[in-house]
């Protein structure tokens, strides 16, 4: 991997364009999700993938692991590197951007390559949301409440900032009238695509099997078949005690596990190339609406429009935010998660910033097209998305 400049104002030309010093992407990969703890999935054989790459390990400059929950994900993640049989010398960082903390690993090693202070990294997504669960009076919060100063919580934003994010899916549904009705309809889309993707395999040419317990773990479980609109408005909403609530367990993300990698340039294959990356603020209680705020100010940077993006990839969240992000950003739901979403595949924090961008770069080069965006809603009101190019054969000249 080597610099890249963000082709500002330039245009698609510019971003296709393939130049000596782009950051490359030359392995992307992940591990299947799953419910009940299944996919703590061995972080240590996820570093392990040198086999399959052929990549000597001692030549990566940096690796940086996005996931958000405590305690000290820093030492887990700098143990199961050095378990994996990663050199004692290569460094490690993590990074807690929450929803988006994937996506800024990869943003991390990138910036890091095109600053010239490393030519070779790793970004990895993790997170272990069944163990870090924890219940309180309004919902199961797949975190730990924080304590802030009486002072700084009577500020409205500061204290928005805090609310569990079911919360800030009901008010994004109760502000901008996104329906129950429409918010089932757009989950149905979600299950009915990953349901069609599970079961004509299109998530195996993504996923790395890994054993635990003598058993090999290579497909989502996380994924429910046969969900009908009919099951999905029979639902019972889970905020029950906040008057009309519309977020039911059906069209909103689940709570699993997993995690993502990519290794960097070493005369392997090149699959794509990464070409910028925006993060942007909203109002802590409309939390849902980051993607309508990042997808432009990216699209504008590397000089884009949407209709030139090939493919989408934007979480799902909750289906309130999600459609209310689709319909206001104006962009057709077929080149948007083609292959289902968070609604359906689950939503581990830390590894669903690098799960996109590794389901995109793999649907690109299924179709043979170029261009993805990536974007999600990051917890306390902001937004991220980043741009990135297939570059790979597609998977049918691949194969012969």
């Not at 030359?26 to 591990?31: D, I, Q, S, V």
């Not at 929450?98 to 990138?110: D, K, P």
């Not at 997993?258 to 409309?286: D, F, T």
């Not at 299924?366 to 261009?371: E, I, N, Q, V």
Request: with cysteine; glycine share 8%.
């Amino acid at each position: 991997m080597h610099n890249v400049s963000t082709h500002s104002g330039k245009g698609i030309t510019a971003v296709l364009q393939k130049n000596p010093d782009d950051v490359v992407i030359t392995f992307a990969k992940r591990t299947a999700m799953g419910k009940n703890r299944k996919a703590l999935l061995k972080v240590d054989r996820l570093f392990a993938t040198f086999e399959k790459t052929k990549l000597d390990p001692a030549k990566l400059d940096d690796i940086c692991v996005g996931t958000c929950h405590p305690p000290s994900p820093m030492y887990s993640s700098r143990a199961a590197a050095l378990a994996s049989g990663i050199p004692h010398d290569v460094p490690i960082s993590t990074v807690n951007r929450l929803c988006a903390s994937g996506l800024m690993a990869i943003r991390n090693i990138a910036h890091n390559i095109k600053s010239g202070e490393i030519s070779m990294g790793m970004a990895i997504g993790v997170e272990n949301m069944t163990l870090k669960r924890v219940s309180n009076s309004l919902c199961q919060c797949p975190r730990p409440t924080p304590i802030i100063a009486e002072s700084v919580d009577k500020i409205p934003r500061a204290h928005d900032c805090i609310q569990p994010m079911g919360w800030t899916s009901e008010m994004v549904a109760q502000t901008y009238k996104v329906s129950r009705q429409k918010q089932d309809e757009y989950a149905l889309i979600s299950h009915t695509r990953a349901n069609k993707a599970l079961n004509t395999g299109i998530f195996s040419d993504e996923i790395i099997p890994v054993e635990i317990r003598g058993t090999v773990i290579s497909v989502d479980d996380t994924i429910r078949p046969g969900v009908t609109m009919e099951m999905l408005s029979g639902l019972k909403p889970v905020f029950q005690d906040w008057g009309d609530s519309t977020t039911t367990a059906g069209n909103a993300s689940g709570i699993g596990d997993g995690a993502a990698e990519r290794a960097e340039k070493e005369n392997m294959e090149i699959l794509g190339k990464w070409v910028g990356s925006a993060v942007v603020g909203v109002e802590p209680c409309y939390m849902g609406i980051g993607p309508i705020a990042a997808i432009p100010k990216v699209l504008t940077q590397v000089g884009l429009t949407k209709d030139d993006i090939d493919i989408y990839e934007i979480n799902e969240a909750f289906a309130s935010q999600f459609a209310y992000c689709v319909e206001e950003l104006g962009i057709s739901m077929d080149k948007i998660n083609p292959n289902g979403g968070a609604i359906a595949v689950t939503h581990p924090l830390g590894m669903t910033g690098v799960r996109q961008v590794v389901t995109g770069l793999a649907e690109l080069r299924r179709r043979d097209k170029k261009l993805l965006c990536t974007s999600m809603c990051v917890g306390s009101g902001m937004g991220a998305a980043g741009i990135f190019v297939n570059e790979a054969q597609p998977f049918c000249e691949a194969k012969l």
